[in-house]
């Protein structure tokens, strides 16, 4: 990677540094052109940028929007490593959304627009996506009844302090324990791919 300034992969001139909110609360720092009002955002940065930042990161520019657009004739780099952007796909965004991945950086290049695009389409109610794994879904329609779900027995005794004189109620509620948070782990990821 470059030391030098990240550059606008359309107008080609120094981005800016951004902060943004995250939806957890911390500070993610962005880079944006000036310009164009594109939003780079290295790797991870994009999916947790709160959804209230877009008004400010993303402005409806009405002037903007009147002036006439020429389109960028030349294939578009990465800010960071200078090389050709792809373009990144996600089942669950528009057709026409067009946000631009660096393949070497994970960093993700949104024109003026697609950031409020994307932010809208994730706060949409989830849509059904194919699963694209058998096991996945064999693993989902088990656990889908709660009386399948691992749980803690004997977690009086798990979390107090007694004694350990019977070895085998301790292996017992250990390996107890371990299927648990296994399973939140496996419900968690679950979750996770699903997005619910």
């Known amino acids: 990677?470059?030391?030098?300034?990240?550059?606008?992969?359309?107008?080609?001139?120094?981005?800016?540094?951004?902060?943004?909110?995250?939806?957890?609360?911390?500070?993610?720092?962005l880079d944006q052109c000036g310009t164009c009002g594109g939003l780079w955002c290295d790797r991870w940065e994009?999916?947790?940028?709160?959804?209230?930042?877009?008004?400010?990161?993303?402005?409806?520019?009405?002037?903007?929007?009147?002036?006439?657009?020429e389109s960028v004739k030349h294939e578009l780099q990465c800010p960071r490593c200078r090389i050709a952007l792809r373009r990144f796909r996600d089942p669950l965004l528009p057709v026409d959304s067009r946000i631009e991945r660096c393949p070497a950086c994970d960093g993700m290049w949104l024109n003026r627009g697609e950031l409020r695009r994307f932010k809208?389409?994730?706060?949409?109610?989830?849509?059904?996506?194919?699963?694209?794994?058998?096991?996945?879904?064999?693993?989902?329609?088990?656990?889908?009844?709660?009386?399948?779900?691992?749980?803690?027995?004997?977690?009086?005794?798990?979390?107090?302090?007694?004694?350990?004189?019977?070895?085998?109620?301790?292996?017992?509620?250990t390996s107890d324990l371990l299927r648990s948070a296994l399973w939140i782990g496996v419900r968690a990821l679950v979750r996770l791919l699903l997005g619910l």
Do not use: H, K
């Open 46 to 69: 994009l999916f947790p940028i709160d959804a209230a930042e877009v008004g400010r990161l993303d402005p409806v520019d009405q002037a903007a929007l009147r002036a006439p657009v």
């Open 120 to 173: 809208g389409a994730r706060s949409e109610e989830p849509r059904s996506m194919p699963v694209p794994n058998a096991a996945l879904d064999a693993l989902i329609g088990r656990y889908a009844d709660s009386a399948n779900w691992p749980t803690v027995s004997q977690l009086a005794r798990a979390t107090d302090n007694a004694s350990a004189a019977d070895d085998e109620t301790s292996s017992n509620i």
């Open 1 to 29: 990677m470059s030391a030098s300034a990240p550059l606008c992969p359309n107008c080609a001139l120094a981005l800016n540094p951004v902060t943004a909110r995250a939806r957890t609360g911390y500070l993610l720092a």
